[in-house]
């Protein structure tokens, strides 16, 4: 196998960005970090979330960028960055936000999540007037290490929407 690649996203990926988004959510927090959703909340949280439609509305964002990791054709991870959208106050839509950082469960350890962080951040960088956000879930240690490593610090915490479940969430800033 070739190396995988890393590429800006096209309109043409969303429903693998799709189907990717929604079993790396659910392998990573139903399976992995075993978080009790309900179930009526995870299906309509995946289906608002990872529909098709949405995430080609979401792909065409004014101020936002995709990037996809994918080699022999196929997605492996991908990262989302656009307007801040995160709830502290000293936050605006002028800032650039990391809204998702996903690696499929097969191509974790191969070091594509740091290599999209890196592509994001550089991105984030040229595309705001202020400091950089990231929200990550209060139990993946793993993520917020990453981004500890990467100058991010906790400035805040925040509840994310499941359904009517409510995640807590840490808010972090670098800059």
Do not use: C
């Not at 969303?14 to 075993?34: E, N």
């Not at 959703?37 to 080609?56: G, M, N």
């Not at 502290?88 to 996903?102: F, N, P, T, V």
Request: no cysteine; charged share 20%.
């Amino acid at each position: 196998m070739t190396d995988a690649t890393i590429r800006p996203a096209r309109p043409d990926d969303a429903a693998a960005l799709g189907v990717l988004g929604r079993q790396t959510f659910v392998d990573t927090f139903v399976t992995g970090f075993a978080i009790p959703y309900p179930e009526a909340d995870l299906a309509a949280f995946l289906d608002a979330s990872f529909a098709e439609a949405t995430i080609a509305a979401k792909l065409a964002e004014p101020g936002a960028a995709w990037w996809v990791a994918e080699r022999d054709g196929a997605l492996l991870a991908f990262a989302n960055a656009g307007p801040n959208t995160l709830p502290h106050l000293d936050g605006k839509a002028s800032h650039a936000e990391l809204r998702r950082l996903y690696v499929g469960r097969g191509a974790q350890g191969l070091g594509l999540g740091t290599r999209l962080l890196k592509v994001s951040l550089d991105w984030m960088e040229a595309n705001t007037d202020g400091p950089l956000w990231i929200g990550v879930w209060s139990g993946n240690e793993k993520a917020q290490k990453l981004y500890t490593a990467y100058g991010f610090e906790k400035a805040g915490e925040y509840q994310y929407p499941v359904g009517n479940w409510l995640d807590d969430e840490f808010i972090l800033r670098r800059g």
